[in-house]
């Protein structure tokens, strides 16, 4: 299996910063593709953005023309994504999900989620 462990959400003023991480675990040859989803109350998980081994990054157009996300990134050695936000809007809020698409050793794909992380932009 995969443990996904996510990480730098909380409460932030409008204007600010923030740079979510997640760790992944276990016993992983290769992690193909990693990246972040979000929920906002009452609405459905969408895409963000994704990131491959090789830092080929795809982002959700209509997630970022309507909030701030600045960029996905990847330590492969430390098999952490990140999502760096700026100058972060109310609209921002929201729960933060991570995924990963892993293969084991044995060659089993896992297509794992973090718990979420939530993020919350008040003044």
């Known amino acids: 299996q995969v443990q996904l462990v996510e990480s730098g959400g909380g409460l932030v003023q409008p204007g600010r910063s923030l740079r979510l991480s997640c760790a992944a675990s276990g016993v992983i040859l290769t992690i193909p593709t990693m990246g972040w989803y979000r929920q906002a109350p009452g609405k459905q998980r969408e895409l963000v953005a994704t990131v491959t081994s090789s830092g080929i990054t795809t982002y959700s157009e209509s997630v970022k023309a309507r909030f701030t996300i600045s960029s996905i990134s990847r330590d492969n050695a430390k098999s952490t994504v990140y999502l760096q936000m700026d100058n972060l809007k109310f609209e921002d809020t929201a729960v933060y999900y991570c995924?990963?698409?892993?293969?084991?050793?044995?060659?089993?794909?896992?297509?794992?989620w973090g718990q979420g992380t939530q993020v919350t932009v008040s003044s």
């Open positions: 995924t990963a698409r892993a293969v084991g050793i044995g060659g089993q794909v896992y297509n794992s």
